[in-house]
């Protein structure tokens, strides 16, 4: 298992992954860490959505071009916004509670929780919401929920790392459920394995700095598992 390879070299993983801030750099760090600066000093402030829409655009989840022709489109900024201010008091409620200081058990309720407003998220225009939502949500509640990658976190759960790539040395694809429901459960399956790894780690091996990439436990979990997959190598061609 991947999660055991990863905990038996967890230094070395670890100090991979402080070279994910320098390998992204630019306005997908700056934007981050604007997003979780705002998050802690004025909670879903204009500026607070504003960098999470920022943010997510710098990570890939728009690309400019024809909507027929490419679905990383985000949806209107006025969409985006209002659906996540409809549930402004509710998810105010969970700004305080932290992945690093609950059970399992804790966790798995929080996350059910959030079913409603992971519903009502208007994100992007494709109708995958794992990671779109995933990656708004660690925005907001960034204490609780990690964010989620196809290409990492979703392939570092479902792949050996000796099946990453094709023999082409391509990754090999990774494919997603339809339907709401089933996206909401692959989502809190994804977070709480995250949540069940980082209970296996040793933490005070982790330092969380608001100034870098690693600014919160889930944040630092989902640099390991980037780290993780990013150090596979990919297979010489035949």
């Known amino acids: 298992m991947n999660e055991d390879e990863l905990i038996a070299h967890l ?13 992204f750099g630019g306005p997908s760090v700056y934007f981050h860490i604007q997003a979780i600066t705002e998050q802690a000093s004025n909670f879903l402030s ?10 997510l655009a710098s990570w890939g989840m728009h690309r400019m071009g024809d909507p027929e022709e490419t679905k990383a489109k985000m949806v209107e900024f006025s969409d985006f916004k209002q659906a996540i201010l409809s549930h402004r008091d509710e998810l105010g409620r969970y700004v305080f509670l932290r992945m690093d200081s609950c059970t399992m058990e804790e966790y798995n309720n929080y996350i059910e929780e959030l079913k409603e407003i992971y519903y009502d998220l208007r994100v992007s225009i494709s109708e995958a919401t794992i990671v779109a939502h995933s990656k708004t949500l ?20 479902t792949q050996d790392e000796k099946d990453f790539f ?73």
């Open 138 to 157: 660690a925005h907001i509640i960034p204490n609780l929920i990690p964010p989620i990658d196809r290409q990492y976190t979703i392939r570092f759960f």
């Open 11 to 23: 230094p070395y993983y670890y100090e991979r992954s402080l070279d994910v801030l320098r390998e």
């Open 46 to 55: 204009d500026r607070h959505i504003e960098m999470i829409y920022a943010t």
């Open 166 to 238: 094709t023999e082409a040395g391509k990754y090999r694809p990774i494919s997603l459920p339809k339907g709401i429901e089933a996206q909401f459960a692959d989502f809190k399956k994804y977070v709480c394995r995250m949540k069940a790894l980082f209970d296996r780690c040793n933490c005070p091996l982790f330092s969380i700095e608001k100034k870098s990439f690693n600014t919160s436990a889930p944040k630092i979990m989902d640099n390991l598992i980037m780290a993780f997959v990013k150090d596979v190598p990919k297979p010489k061609r035949r």
